[in-house]
């Protein structure tokens, strides 16, 4: 008898310990849906198309063009008043990390001293639905995530549990010791769910493997925060090991040492790249990576520092996306917005970083590329998202103006698909 009850027991653990290796049953399929599209958008071309339609069948695009008639049963969507194009990307988010200006002075190092990892987890869940909403299918997460909060958020998308764009996580941000922080000796501990200190080759392959572990999908790297920074061979080691495992490594540059180095090493995207001179872009486009400036508004930047410090450091933003302009380098939209402005969710928030591409004088057809097609490319789902086609995923959103026309046109999203599911439509008097 004793025997018997612990082999129940064994088997139901086995039982459960094989449901989490096994992938969470998907939602249910969207019905076939129809979309009339007064004009259809392709970014990568940087052309229009009147009177398009697009079928959606299974979450794919099954046809698109002028004749689409829609199947029996299908459910036909009237966007012929607005103008239609794929889905939007951030390739540089934070979303489990939620800065309370009046509380931590726009330093998110007081945010992760204060905030627990489980309200982190739900703060990430709030902003990837406001994301979602707002036009953003597809982010990239870049770390300060706690340890692992947005693991969860990205399992707990994939599961259908919560709205959210289909998202990468990078989990804890691998860099020399100190991070982005200056510690005491008396609490060397205290941000250590954020970072992965790794000064040694053994380190840093120990860290890329926890990472994986624990579910990151991309590897963060943070070159040159510290006197100390990663060498070229450094971080050459670390691309080399995060590809074996079939993820790119994306690269924290804010010197233009650490620039250098990254563009030397071939890493898949250089960060912010505040301190990068043209010649360090230049080799940066020769080795195929993909810059992703992360520059902040100006009233974005005059809310968490000092004005000289906002416009001192707006300057150089704006600035240095002048520079990535005139290289040509490949440009992937990220934002790096940490909080919320006054009134806006996350997703509104992240939209405001148009602005800031307006103002240095991007093109438009260059931002909407950086907005979709390059930044899928980056994140390597280019051939499922980032354009609509023929066999994409049917991640799709609707303006009320053509934005090769008025790009601010962005801020206002009408109508977001994701995977075929309607997350926003018009309302019944077609606004």
Known sequence: MRTSFWRIVVAAAALVILSDTLPAQAPDRPPATVIRAGTLIDPEAGTAARNQSILVENGKITAIGASVSAPPGATVVDLSRTAVMPGLFDAHTHLCLDVDVA????????????DPDTLRAIQGAVNAKTMLEAGFTTVRDVGNEGNYACSSVRGAIERGLIPGPTMQNAGRIIAPYGGQFRLQPDRKGIVGAEYIFADTRDEMLK?????????????????????YIYSPEDIRFMVDEAARAGVKLAAHVWTR????????????????????????????????????????????????????????????????LKKGLRTGIPIAFGTDAITQAPGLTRGQTALLWIDS???????????????????????????????????????????????????????????????????????????
């Open 103 to 114: 509380r931590d002075g726009g330093s998110y190092f007081y945010t992760v001293l204060n």
């Open 207 to 227: 860290g890329i493997r926890e990472n994986l572990h624990y579910g990151a999908t991309v590897i963060k790297i943070v070159v040159d925060d510290q006197r």
């Open 257 to 320: 040492q650490g620039a250098h180095n990254a563009a030397l090493a071939g890493v898949a995207s250089m960060e912010h790249l505040n301190g990068a001179d043209e010649q360090d872009l230049e080799t940066a486009k020769k080795n195929g990576i993909t810059a992703v400036f992360t520059p902040f508004p100006r009233q974005e930047l005059e809310r968490m520092l000092p004005k000289p410090a906002a416009q001192e450091t707006y300057d150089t933003e704006m600035a240095q």
């Open 357 to 431: 591409y307006v103002q240095a004088g991007v093109p438009t057809k260059t931002l909407l590329k950086a907005m979709t097609s390059n930044a899928a490319r980056l994140l390597g789902v280019d051939k499922e998202r980032g354009t609509l086609a023929v066999g994409m995923a049917a991640d799709i959103i609707a303006t009320p103006e053509n934005p090769l026309d008025n790009v601010a046109a962005l801020k206002s999203v009408v109508f977001v698909m994701k995977n075929g599911r309607i997350i926003r439509s018009l309302d019944a008097a077609g606004r």
